[in-house]
């Protein structure tokens, strides 16, 4: 889906976006901690029970509730 950010796009690839957080290159961000997620990230605007959601870090495309990315910040 175009709409959908690809983990290829070079944003994302600048960012270490997955689309499954459990797949991020835990070596090259090692700020990565198990159980963060898009969804659970404050930039993340997806609803509850949405799997995918804006986020203003990639403009227009929509990242996976299950994803990550290295801008993640826990909602508070
Ligand atoms: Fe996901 Fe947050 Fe990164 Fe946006 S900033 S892609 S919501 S982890």
Same mark, same amino acid.
């Given at each position: 889906?175009?709409?959908? $950010? ?8 600048? $960012? *270490? ?6 797949? !991020? ?22 609803? /509850? *029970?949405? /799997? ?6 990639? *403009? /227009?495309?929509? !990242?996976? /509730?299950? *994803? ?9």
């Amino acid at each position: 889906d175009p709409t959908h $950010l690809s983990e290829s796009d070079p944003a994302a690839q600048a $960012l *270490g976006y997955r689309a499954d957080a459990t797949k !991020v290159d835990k070596a090259k961000f090692a700020k990565y901690q198990p159980g963060e997620t898009c969804s659970n990230c404050q930039f993340y605007h997806g609803k /509850a *029970g949405d /799997a995918f959601g804006g986020c203003p870090m990639f *403009g /227009a495309k929509d !990242v996976a /509730a299950s *994803g990550w990315c290295n801008a993640y910040a826990k909602r508070a």
